[in-house]
């Protein structure tokens, strides 16, 4: 599975953004796909993630309540909606797929396929 983000950018603290992940190659073994997120000096952390053959979704608790995970099956894309951003949200953004789900969304290393990530920076 191949995949490229784009969306990313500058916003003002307040605003919105909407990340888009195009995902190509075998989509039909894909399990689950998330959003990660990395700042200079920090680890790689999780935002929010969904299974792609049904509803399920999970979300970080930091961003619970403002940022959105949705798929379009029909296009092969992954969306992450982020609304209310804050300065602390600054980081690169990574989409990432997994063939098999092993009770986690959370964990970078189980995830199969990484994009090379969008940068979203939040001026306060």
């Known amino acids: 599975v191949q995949l490229v983000e784009s969306g990313g950018g500058l916003v003002q603290a307040g605003g919105s953004l909407r990340l888009s992940c195009a995902v190509s190659?075998?989509?039909?073994?894909?399990?689950?796909m998330a959003w990660f997120r990395q700042a200079p000096g920090k680890e790689r952390e999780f935002v929010a993630a969904?299974?792609?053959?049904?509803?399920?979704?999970d979300y970080a608790d930091s961003v619970k309540g403002r940022f959105t995970i949705s798929k379009d099956k029909a296009n092969n894309t992954l969306h992450l909606q982020m609304n209310s951003l804050k300065s602390d949200d600054t980081a690169t953004y990574h989409c990432?797929?997994?063939?098999?789900?092993?009770?986690?969304?959370?964990?970078?290393?189980?995830?199969?396929?990484w994009g090379q990530g969008t940068q979203v920076t939040v001026a306060s």
């Open positions: 190659g075998r989509v039909h073994s894909t399990s689950h």
């Open positions: 990432a797929s997994s063939a098999y789900y092993s009770g986690s969304f959370y964990v970078p290393e189980l995830y199969d396929s």
């Open positions: 969904t299974k792609w053959w049904d509803d399920i979704s």
